[in-house]
Structures are given as C-alpha cells and as structure tokens.
C-alpha cells in the first residue's frame, strides 16, 4: 500500500517546519506545497476552515478514518477528551500530541460516528484546563452530511505558480 503525504506549509512558518523536520527524522517521503497563507487562498480554508499552516494530507487506500479534535494549550493532560454528539453517548479519547496551535485527541470515526454527525446538530469537544475548569467547544453540524458527501477539495489551487 503506498502513502502519498502531502504537505501544505510556508516555509518560514515555526509549526510547518517543525512538522518538516519530524517528517524527515521518521524519514516519511512526502511532497511539499508551497501556501501563501495571508493571501487567505479558498483551497486552504476548504481544508482548514482557521486558514492556519501548516496541512498535512495523507491519502491511501486505508478505509480507517480518524476524527481529529484540536484544544487550547494549557488543557490537562491526564483526564484526555471527551466527544459529545447533541445529547448522546460521550466518547472519550487521550490526547495524542500537543503542537504550537493546541492539544490533539483522535477518534475512531467509525461508520456509526459519521453517521450521528450526519444526523445530528452539535458536536461538543470537551477537556480540562490547568486550573481544573471544563474547556466545551460546541460546534455546529448543520452542513457536516452535505460537506462529507461532497466533493474533495482539489488542491491544484494552493500549488505555486509555476515560473
């Protein structure tokens, strides 16, 4: 199975180049993609709704998903995350990595998961700050079924021109 890993960062960017550098540690071929990010290009937007680089797109043929959730810094560590889909269920997961823009938990997003979001209207990710306080970002899920059913974004755009 070939990994095809594309990465779309500014060069002069601290968090892209730290990804660049732990891409080349681990020896992880992958392909760069030059972003003028001030420049607000829709592609990247259409990735990263924040507009923030840098972007690392892995595609294969793996029918594994993840739900990939982000925290402010500052979050406690130990008690992990939790993943509240309107009134359901929490799911609950450990933070994976923290990086210069926030804390990271993963999700298995199985086909019973995509299929709630889908359904449902709001997506509460939860964790704890330092003080021992609840962080709750809800965010909405109106547009979640047509945005995964539709089309993928066509990166050709975020490529530079070429000379």
Known sequence: MTLKRTLHHFPLDP?????????????LP?????VRYWERPKALTEMNPSG???????????????????????VSLRPGTRVVIDNGQPMTA??????????VADYEA?????????AGQRIHVQGINGSGQPVSLQLPLTDFAKSYDGPATDP???EPPKP
């Open 15 to 27: 968090a892209s180049r730290q990804v660049r550098l732990a891409l080349g540690e681990k020896r």
């Open 30 to 34: 992958f392909t760069e993609v030059q």
């Open 52 to 74: 923030l680089l840098p972007v690392l797109i892995e595609a294969d043929g793996d029918a594994r998903k993840l739900l990939r959730v982000t925290l402010p810094l500052g």
């Open 94 to 103: 450990p933070y994976v990595i923290c990086v210069p823009n926030g804390c």
């Open 110 to 118: 199985s086909g019973d998961l995509i299929a709630k979001m889908k």
């Open 156 to 158: 050709k755009p975020l």
